[in-house]
């Protein structure tokens, strides 16, 4: 009769496939998650494709009265230089980051007048950000027209500085995302980036 296997292994045996098991949930969350995303993607860019093209693609001078509900469609933001074309949802909570770009509620929407402000978590949607530069383009196309704006600046700020917030007098568009970007854990500034919208005849400059 052979002598039972000693404490000490038997207890790096259960940390081991505790491990493992911590592992396998882990890809397990991280697969959903990235379905989640994919699906709210795919539905946003399938219900920005049934608004008619004349409005989809128009560029409206006067402010539009819609509001849009909480997780609700906002509209599609591409930066063509970067390859960033992300869905932007109402919302500025865990669960609507965790699936795409969020507008922050307290800023008025791309189809109204004033400063619309935008958040991404910077190791997923917004991670291409980190290579902007001035002058580059950014398009938001919403169900209420498509706007076009032009980087202005980026500059790096502490969570509390809330003035890349402040109104404008006429439309812009502020990203925001943690900062550094490769930061390990929650990072301790933000990366603002702040864009001004350009009128219809510059936008083929």
Partial sequence: MGRPPPASRIWRTRVALALALAGLMCLGWAAWVSYQSYSFDRDGRRAMSRVPDDIRLARPAAAVDARVELHGLVGILDIPRLGLSEIVAEGDDAATLRLSVGHLPDTPLPWQTGNTALAGHRNTHFEPLKDIRPGDRMKLATP?????????????VLPSDISV?????????????????????????RFVIQADAIPDSAEAD
């Fill in 144 to 156: 209420h027209g498509t706007f076009v704006y032009s980087v202005k600046s980026s500059s790096i």
């Fill in 165 to 189: 917030l402040a109104s404008t007098p006429g439309r812009s568009l502020t990203l925001i995302t943690c900062y550094p970007f490769k930061y390990v854990g929650h990072a301790p500034k």
